[in-house]
């Protein structure tokens, strides 16, 4: 187990968005104490797409938790816009979840309003705010509709709408397109590569599906199974924007191949 | 079959049976004396409406359901809420209140009489007892509806406890709690008739009670479709609240 050593100095680099140091994480299981994460440090810089892989159970779920200040780490710090977070803070991070999670009793706009509602913005700037990222996620004129009236990929663009609305500069997401069919996840991604750059968040996104991670990463980590480790770093250097034709490449191709083979090698 | 065609159907139905039940009886087919026609029935019932007796009672069994209703719902929400959200109180208590739920209420009747005697807070009371299990059951099932992603979500945005209350607990259990409210009802309103027809001196289920046993068979019925009118009043004005409530609920 290690402990924290907390007067290392943390060098700070103005851009970083995200930083996270020595985080470990041990959970009591019925077995006694379960490693889950061991000695992650990460830095992601503003305005960068990071997706993270790994197999079932590693702790990557756990991971962004924690970034998002949902759960808490046995020890090690996390940093986001320079602050540690201890309880969750909206206005520095925006979470969608897999389950997009909509409140089944409240209209998409609604839905979107929530977290503005919860700190009691007045009704016109909600409204207003709302309104703009239901256009921005592309769902103008869906606005009254409950969520039992939307598709699988309507749910997510409002669940992206709703972790958008306040505009943390950070967007955190946990395999959001796991529960949708290959070709609406398709199209999601590129939705989502589209909303990014006309939001420039910093995206750290995390999924099971190699050709996901490759199309939309500006990085890729890996991480090992239990305890989670990260094992490998892996840039993607493919120009953007993105194009459904660059999944043909060699490149795009061998990334995917190197991922998988770390993956493997560290199951 | 279009809405129109379904209604029309139904009213037929009703009419056949409320025909049968006026002309069967008058035509000797049915036994009168055991059945007395419809007709002679809503003569008793209109005249019976304008006894001050009746009055009396009619005021007497509402007061009992209303203060009945009034302790076991909130008193039930209470206890059942807290045996879903407290690992302590629900490890403790649940056993039991399963346990004392699956007995029939009835045989704890004397026990509330040797208690309360005869009177008004034994009404009450025995109705409260037989309603307080249901309202407890199904608002431990209301609780156990609310969605862990949905308190999620709401955490994530910041939402006080609160909040999560108002905001993802109590929209998420209306409608398990709105059928609840429906459901206790009737037990409520049983709870109230059983008590007053074994031992009242006044009240509707004592009038009743006492028109069976006088073989006053027209006077039975009017208090049967009385009180039936009522009861079915209640359990719409709820159903309809319900499915306000409960659109996305699909």
Known sequence: ?267 | MTRLQLILTRLLLLALVLGAWEVLPRNGIINPILLPPLGDVLRVLAELLTRPQVHEAILVTASEVVVAFVIAVPLGTAIGVAAAESDYFGAIFKPMLFYVFSVPKSIFLPMFILTFGIGFPQKVAYAAFSTLFIVIMSATAAVESVRADHVLVARSYGATRGQILTRVYVPSMMPVLLEALRISMIFNFTGVMIAEMYASRTGIGHLISNWGENFQMPQLFAGVILLATVAIAFNEAVRWLETRFSTWRT
């Not at chain 1, 019925?30 to 702790?59: H, K, M, T, W, Y």
Request: net charge neutral; with cysteine.
């Open chain 1, 1 to 267: 187990m290690t402990v924290a050593n907390l007067s290392v100095v943390r060098e700070s680099p103005a851009e970083a968005a995200i930083e996270v140091t020595g985080v470990n994480h041990v959970y009591h299981g019925r077995e006694g104490e379960v490693a889950a994460l061991e000695d992650i440090s990460l830095n992601v810089n503003a305005g960068r797409f990071v997706v993270v892989v790994g197999p079932s159970g590693c702790g990557k779920t756990s991971l962004l938790m924690m970034m998002a200040g949902l759960r808490h780490q046995t020890s090690g710090t996390i940093h986001i816009q320079g602050r540690p977070i201890l309880d969750p803070d909206p206005k520095r991070v925006g979470v969608v979840f897999q389950e997009a999670s909509l409140f089944p009793w409240l209209t998409a706009l609604d839905n979107i309003e929530f977290p503005l509602a919860l700190r009691h913005a007045p009704r016109e700037e909600r409204r207003q705010r709302a309104e703009a990222m239901l256009t921005l996620v592309g769902l103008e004129g869906f606005g009254a509709r409950y969520p039992h009236e939307l598709s699988g990929g309507m749910k997510q663009r409002v669940s992206i709408a709703r972790g958008l609305v306040q505009d943390p500069p950070v967007l955190l997401m946990d395999e959001p397109f796991a529960a949708l069919d290959e070709q609406t996840r398709m199209t999601m991604g590129h939705e989502l590569l589209r909303i990014w750059s006309q939001t420039a968040k910093t995206v750290v996104f995390v999924t099971h599906s190699l050709t996901e991670a490759v199309y939309l990463a500006d990085e890729v980590l890996v991480m090992s199974a239990r305890p989670g480790r990260i094992i490998d770093r892996i840039p993607v250097p493919l120009p953007r924007p993105r194009t459904y034709e660059m999944m043909a490449t060699d490149t795009f191709g061998r990334l995917r191949d190197r991922i998988w083979q770390q993956i493997r090698k560290g199951a």
